[in-house]
């Protein structure tokens, strides 16, 4: 919008309903799109300080300056967090997804810890996952029962959200053993999250149509995109 000066960039809600906008010099506002209008005053904040914009506009988050920090605000104000929360663990946080229907909040950490954070209750559990590198890649299934998590050293995993236990053969989902990708089916989907591990397809066919699975398609991510 016009009224915002001095535009450095900008993140969207996941429904694109509102934005929250930051300036050349550290300020971040609140505003509703589609027409632009201000919900917040302008805030002084840190320079890339990360922030996401919860669905619906329900919540605005901010890593504090500890990293593990999470600090929750509401969108009309932005100065003064209404909630902070600070997960398990002594090392910041390196990825965070939320689910469609807003009510998870999905955490992985730099040591390879995962959470799964309740937006209704406000209380997080600490997922079983072994120690290893940072997490750099969350993703929920279409219904989101289901979520797929990749870390920097080429693991993933998939778990079911409900329980946070690990899917094993039996839910069927397939796990590649060395790390190249996990497959987990669902009602209405599948979700894969492949790693940059040598590409073995003769393997990747034999374990999905033992899995049950009849037809997928590859959706190829580049840096940046789809």
Same mark, same amino acid.
């Given at each position: 919008?016009?009224?915002?000066?001095?535009?450095?960039?900008?993140s969207y809600s996941p429904d694109g309903h509102y934005a929250l906008l930051r300036d050349h010099h550290g300020h971040i506002q609140c505003w509703r799109v589609e027409p632009w209008q201000p919900c917040s005053s302008p805030a002084a904040r840190r320079l890339g300080e990360p922030w996401k914009l919860g669905r619906a506009g329900r919540y605005a988050l901010a890593l504090?300056?500890?990293?593990?920090? !999470?600090?929750?605000?509401?969108?009309?104000? %932005?100065?003064?967090?209404?909630?902070?929360?600070?997960? #398990?663990?002594? =090392? @910041? &946080?390196?990825?965070?997804?939320?689910?469609?229907?807003?009510?998870?909040?999905?955490?992985?950490?730099?040591?390879?810890?995962?959470?799964?954070?309740?937006?209704?209750?406000?209380?997080?559990?600490?997922?079983?996952?072994?120690?290893?590198?940072?997490?750099?890649?969350?993703?929920?299934?279409?219904?989101?029962?289901?979520?797929?998590?990749?870390?920097?050293?080429?693991?993933?995993?998939?778990?079911?959200?409900?329980?946070?236990?690990? !899917?094993?053969?039996?839910?069927?989902?397939? %796990?590649?053993?060395?790390?190249?990708?996990?497959?987990? #089916?669902?009602? =209405? @989907? &599948?979700?894969?999250?492949?790693?940059?591990?040598?590409?073995?397809?003769?393997?990747?066919?034999?374990?999905?149509?033992?899995?049950?699975?009849?037809?997928?398609?590859?959706?190829?991510?580049?840096?940046?995109?789809?």
């Open positions: 919008p016009a009224a915002f000066v001095d535009f450095a960039d900008a504090g300056s500890a990293p593990r920090q !999470l600090n929750f605000y509401a969108l009309h104000d %932005l100065r003064r967090p209404y909630l902070t929360m600070t997960p #398990p663990g002594n =090392t @910041g &946080v390196a990825a965070w997804q939320e689910s469609g229907d807003g009510r998870w909040l999905a955490l992985g950490d730099l040591e390879g810890r995962l959470y799964v954070l309740d937006l209704r209750a406000m209380t997080m559990r600490q997922l079983p996952t072994p120690p290893g590198r940072e997490v750099t890649w969350l993703a929920f299934s279409e219904d989101d029962a289901w979520l797929a998590v990749a870390t920097k050293d080429g693991t993933a995993y998939a778990y079911d959200v409900a329980s946070g236990n690990p !899917l094993t053969a039996g839910n069927r989902a397939v %796990l590649l053993q060395d790390g190249q990708a996990v497959c987990a #089916p669902t009602g =209405t @989907g &599948v979700i894969v999250a492949v790693t940059d591990a040598g590409f073995d397809a003769e393997q990747w066919m034999r374990l999905f149509s033992d899995s049950g699975l009849r037809m997928f398609a590859f959706t190829a991510k580049h840096h940046d995109g789809f």
